[in-house]
């Protein structure tokens, strides 16, 4: 990276090939759409090219990488919901139909588990730091980076929501 | 341990982070406290279920070729500051033409390249100027790979290294190129010129036959410098297939021990 930072701008190629899939992976379990996913980790890239000036020898790559990606991940959930919001009658309509909303797939799909529609009950920060946690390389430390707050409260955001998940799928178990 | 230490590790032992120390001690804890014994099976039965969902499918060769258009559409932002194709071509010939141990070939490439060049130059008011500078590009870029051929065949280890930081301007490369780079990274005597060919072929792990051009040839290295160099490549691209030629690396009797070490640690950061 800090090849990168000093204007050896292919050595990004180094870095993609790297993390790739793994920021595939985390975009992928945060929205279940492949084409979403793969266009958000351009976004990534295009994202380091812009700041890889507030990049420094002192930072953890990965936990800088995933800061970057959280807010990548974060504008698009963001942009998704406002156009929810806007939407009129008509769309409403059209989303009954479209195989991206999130609702008519739970409902729809016989194939998907109790455990994925309680991930789903989940609020977006929820999922977040459960799909972080499950990253082996990130330490609670790194991950209190990502999401601007302290080790000790990332751990316990992260015991609330598992916690969280566990109520929802033993609610879900019995039905 | 206490309940407020049992708290704060619960989220490690769950999510298998602890150390083995740290992780006796604290199933100790949760064996002597029914309650908590309780709360932590629930809580790694649902953890322990999410890993069986997280199968994520792999990223499609699209994503690629949207990445390298990129990074292609960027570099030359960024190479701005690099001295003109002109300037380029004339210290080549400067740097060849007073070295008494060329070979013929060289001498005819560049005069070749000049040729090129006042070709274009004088015809350069038939021709859109964007256009032209494309041209020219487009021509440099194959004078060079025809250098980088000739020079690779040269006795001299100087005249092998520069042929291989030739490498590293072409923006596209051939497959002769490719070929005649991996045949001198396993076959150089000289280390140094193996080392920078590892960084010349870094250029272009995207391509699926660098990737394994690439695995083929640890196996083939004796020098520890090299072999550093490719376990630290396989992991800044991730390339799983390498372990395989890493261990049989690893048995044999000669390996340095430093070298040992580092690709012990790369097969870890591997799997």
């Not at chain 2, 069986?52 to 792999?58: G, H, R």
Request: with cysteine.
């Amino acid at each position: 990276m800090l090849k990168v930072k000093s204007g050896d701008t292919e050595k990004l190629g180094l870095l993609y090939e790297r993390y790739k899939k793994r920021l595939f992976g985390f975009f992928y379990q945060m929205n279940h759409n492949v084409d979403l996913s793969e266009d958000l980790v351009q976004n990534v890239f295009i994202k380091i090219l812009k700041y890889k000036h507030n990049y420094s020898d002192e930072s953890k790559f990965l936990a800088w990488i995933f800061q970057i990606a959280r807010n990548v991940s974060y504008d698009n959930y963001n942009k998704s919901k406002k156009e929810q919001n806007n939407i009129n009658l008509t769309d409403v309509a059209y989303k009954i139909d479209n195989k991206n909303n999130a609702e008519q797939t739970i409902a729809s799909n016989e194939d998907l588990s109790t455990l994925k529609i309680a991930m789903q009950k989940l609020t977006y920060e929820e999922s977040e730091i459960l799909i972080l946690s499950k990253f082996k390389e990130l330490k609670y430390k790194e991950i209190g980076e990502i999401i601007g707050c302290s080790e000790g409260s990332a751990r316990i955001r992260a015991h609330r929501a598992l916690n969280e998940l566990k109520v929802i799928f033993f609610k879900l178990e019995k039905r | 341990m206490d309940i407020i230490e049992y708290k704060e590790l619960m989220m490690d032992y769950v999510a298998g982070k602890l150390n083995i120390e740290k992780k006796i001690e604290f199933e100790y804890f949760i064996n002597a406290h029914s309650e908590c014994l309780k709360e932590v099976n629930g809580l790694k039965l649902v953890w322990e279920s999410m890993d069986s969902n997280s199968n994520s499918p792999e990223p499609r060769p699209e994503m690629d070729t949207q990445f390298y258009t990129f990074l292609n559409s960027e570099t030359p932002k960024e190479t701005t500051k690099k001295p003109s194709i002109f300037e380029h071509v004339k210290s080549l010939f400067i740097n060849i033409i007073f070295n008494p141990n060329t070979g013929r070939l060289a001498y005819g490439i560049v005069i070749l390249a000049i040729g090129v060049f006042i070709g274009n130059k004088l015809d350069f008011d038939a021709f859109n100027g964007a256009q032209n500078t494309e041209t020219q590009i487009a021509e440099i870029q194959k004078v060079r790979s025809q250098l980088v051929l000739a020079l690779l065949e040269q006795p001299s280890a100087n005249k092998r290294l520069q042929a291989v930081n030739e490498v590293n301007e072409l923006k596209e490369v051939e497959e002769i190129v490719i070929n005649a780079l991996f045949t001198t990274l396993n076959n150089d005597v000289n280390t140094n010129v193996r080392l920078a060919t590892i960084e010349s072929l870094s250029n272009f792990v995207y391509l699926p036959s660098v990737r394994e051009g690439l695995v083929q040839s640890i196996i083939k290295q004796n020098s520890p410098l090299v072999q550093i160099a490719l376990a630290d490549l396989m992991v800044g691209i991730d390339e799983k297939r390498s372990i395989t030629p890493f261990r049989k690396l690893l048995k044999k009797e000669e390996i340095n021990s430093a070298a040992k070490q580092k690709i012990e640690q790369s097969i870890q950061s591997l799997l």
